[in-house]
């Protein structure tokens, strides 16, 4: 199975370099044209929990040509559709785009390239960008593959057999629970990116984890609401942190062992910072909160709508300009 993996950095360059370095046909897109030509010369270098150089061929996007049979998209959220938009009509009959990116991006490439030429993707290994030609692996985690319609088909199935050849992969019934489950987790990490503080300190802290506790419930309601049944990560289950009326956790026995799940993954990993503040810190960088945090504020501002509007159509019959005494909850608790 021939793959293009479009973005070279942390995430598409140690995937790729893993795949080509076991024997599989992958080609580089990258718009970094020293990261490109760096990988042209010497090869690609990875380091951190695993060192090798592997010779892989690497090309810049306008120099891409088709039919492309399956693509990894691992460009940042920011580039989604500049990214892949050139490669739509390059795409084979029977190609399609695997989202290996955070946040909850398959809606945008589907409306690209359509739902069913859409694969989503979860994983929580990482790594980083140290210089043109040279990748710092960070160390496995977890990584699976799904469809949209939560069919479990012979593609992904073929997926996770081929990505398997770099880290170990399970296909999935519920990708959507697994990628709200890392959104949400998603939510803790930009917040811990202000401070200039390791994760696993930041984690240590009472009032930090209180913090961060009350951005997971708030996601998590938008989640349950647009009925998505959230998975753990690694450990981490954000149903156990959720806070209640009072701003405590319902079982802190729960909520403390999905913290220690936590920083026990910090702690396995060479990373002791999230990408957002490495974006901010050493980058100076826009980071993917706008399109991340915004997706899910976008489906928070959907649900509030419906809700208005459930609210209004139980109170007015068709053709009325009046309320009806119909419905006694306020909208802002439908």
Known sequence: MALT???AGAIGGITGAHLARAGHAVLLVDRNRAHVEAIRARGLEVTGAATFTVRVPACLPEEVRGPLGVVLLAVKTLHTREALAPLVPLLAPDGYVVSMQNGLEEETIAALVGRERTVGAFLTFGGYYERPGRLVYSGPASLRVGELDGRVTPRVRALARLLSAFHPCEPTANISGYRWGKLILGTIYFATAVVDADVVDILAQPAA?????????????????????????????????????????ADPAAAQAAWAAQRAYWQRGLARRTGV?????????RTEAGPILGALVAQAGALDQAAVALHTRLHRGPGEGKDRDVLQEPADRI
């Open 277 to 285: 503040w490495r974006d901010l810190a050493i980058h100076r960088r």
């Open 5 to 7: 993996i479009v973005g």
């Open 209 to 249: 984890r209180t913090v961060l506790a009350a951005l997971a419930t708030e996601a998590l309601a938008v989640a349950e609401a647009v009925g998505v049944h959230v998975e753990v990560v690694d450990g981490f289950d954000p149903r156990a942190v959720r806070l209640d009326a009072n701003g405590a956790p």
